[in-house]
């Protein structure tokens, strides 16, 4: 380790060192001079999303086939995720909003002030361009997200497309929805290719790769931008911001509260992984598999 210090400086202090080597110099002096050279106050760019992963590239081409080919034939195509976790009440909301006098917010975010720690999760209709959003008020577990897809199959999915037999599930490597949980592939089973006979196909994207979720950009972004520098007072003012997101592309969200209540650290034996449908791709096995309906023809 060395002894290395390191301090910000201010242009106040620009003007001292320089002061110091001769030069005197006012603070909007500096500003100007630091402006001409290009510099500017900058925030950190997330732009770096860890080591490159060896199969990064053949699983984004063995996810856009499945993609294309589903998208040929009108089958649907559900892009699904977790959103982050948010305090209901009267607390600061990142970003501005036109206003003539700010909202007074509390100054802490502690739980304990709040009506609810809810758990968005979104489900994003790709050829439709609809956004789903449950809201939930227990855990983001497994279980919680395979009801959420089932419950937009049976509401919204199984009315919009009601001739497939088919549903592709793009979903991220980790959370929830990620590739290891076990409770995820049973649930999903159970819940939408047992439940439905549907033949669910799960793509996951590779490791550090969320980004290219559509679910992120196509519905979690429009979401913030609407509901920005509004403190998200009560569950119906959430899900009005919700249902409210709208973008020039045509998108609409729907959104429905759930007060139920999901146990974490739930395990799945051996016995009943065993007993699922489920087939493994050639392709990235781990990151790709379809579950077929019990009692049928295993995918193949």
């Given at each position: 380790?060395?002894?290395?210090?390191?301090?910000?400086?201010?242009?106040?202090?620009?003007?001292?060192?320089?002061?110091a080597?001769?030069?005197?110099?006012?603070p909007?002096?500096?500003?100007?001079?630091?402006?001409?050279?290009?510099?500017?106050?900058r925030?950190?760019?997330?732009r770096?999303?860890?080591?490159?992963?060896?199969?990064?590239?053949?699983?984004?081409?063995?996810?856009?086939?499945?993609?294309?080919?589903?998208?040929?034939?009108?089958?649907?195509?559900?892009?699904?995720?977790?959103?982050?976790?948010?305090?209901?009440?009267?607390?600061?909301n990142?970003?501005?909003?036109?206003?003539?006098?700010?909202?007074?917010?509390?100054?802490h975010?502690?739980?304990?002030?709040?009506?609810?720690?809810?758990?968005?999760?979104?489900?994003?209709?790709?050829?439709?361009?609809?956004?789903?959003v449950?809201?939930?008020?227990?855990?983001?577990?497994p279980?919680?997200?395979?009801?959420?897809?089932s419950?937009?199959?049976?509401?919204?999915?199984?009315?919009?497309?009601s001739?497939?037999?088919?549903?592709?599930?793009?979903?991220?490597?980790?959370?929830s929805n990620?590739?290891r949980?076990?409770?995820?592939?049973?649930?999903?089973q159970?819940?939408?290719?047992?439940?439905?006979?549907l033949?669910?196909?799960?793509?996951?994207?590779?490791?550090?790769?969320?980004?290219?979720?559509?679910?992120?950009?196509?519905?979690?972004?429009?979401?913030?931008?609407?509901?920005?520098?509004?403190?998200?007072?009560?569950?119906?003012?959430?899900?009005?911001?919700?249902?409210?997101?709208?973008?020039?592309?045509?998108?609409?969200?729907?959104?429905?509260?759930?007060?139920?209540?999901?146990?974490?650290?739930?395990?799945?034996?051996?016995?009943?992984?065993?007993?699922?449908?489920?087939?493994?791709?050639?392709?990235?096995?781990?990151?790709?598999?379809?579950?077929?309906?019990?009692?049928?023809?295993?995918?193949?």
């Amino acid at each position: 380790m060395s002894q290395a210090k390191y301090a910000r400086h201010s242009l106040q202090h620009f003007c001292d060192e320089l002061a110091a080597l001769g030069h005197a110099a006012c603070p909007n002096t500096v500003a100007a001079l630091l402006d001409e050279m290009g510099y500017r106050l900058r925030v950190n760019v997330k732009r770096l999303s860890g080591p490159y992963h060896p199969d990064r590239d053949r699983q984004f081409n063995h996810l856009q086939s499945f993609i294309e080919l589903f998208r040929e034939h009108g089958w649907p195509i559900l892009s699904v995720d977790g959103k982050k976790k948010e305090l209901v009440g009267n607390f600061a909301n990142p970003g501005a909003t036109w206003l003539q006098a700010p909202y007074e917010v509390n100054a802490h975010d502690f739980l304990s002030d709040a009506l609810y720690r809810a758990v968005p999760y979104g489900l994003y209709d790709l050829l439709a361009n609809q956004g789903h959003v449950v809201v939930g008020t227990s855990a983001d577990t497994p279980r919680f997200a395979a009801e959420a897809v089932s419950w937009w199959w049976r509401r919204y999915g199984c009315h919009r497309y009601s001739t497939a037999d088919f549903l592709l599930l793009l979903a991220d490597a980790g959370g929830s929805n990620g590739y290891r949980p076990r409770l995820w592939k049973q649930s999903v089973q159970e819940l939408l290719a047992d439940r439905y006979g549907l033949t669910v196909v799960v793509c996951h994207y590779p490791t550090g790769a969320s980004k290219w979720n559509p679910v992120e950009h196509r519905l979690f972004g429009p979401i913030s931008t609407n509901w920005a520098g509004v403190p998200l007072q009560t569950p119906e003012m959430m899900l009005g911001f919700l249902r409210g997101t709208t973008t020039r592309t045509g998108l609409r969200v729907h959104a429905e509260w759930w007060d139920r209540t999901y146990a974490k650290g739930v395990k799945v034996s051996d016995q009943a992984m065993a007993e699922l449908y489920i087939t493994h791709h050639k392709t990235c096995p781990r990151w790709n598999y379809t579950l077929t309906p019990r009692g049928t023809e295993q995918w193949n």
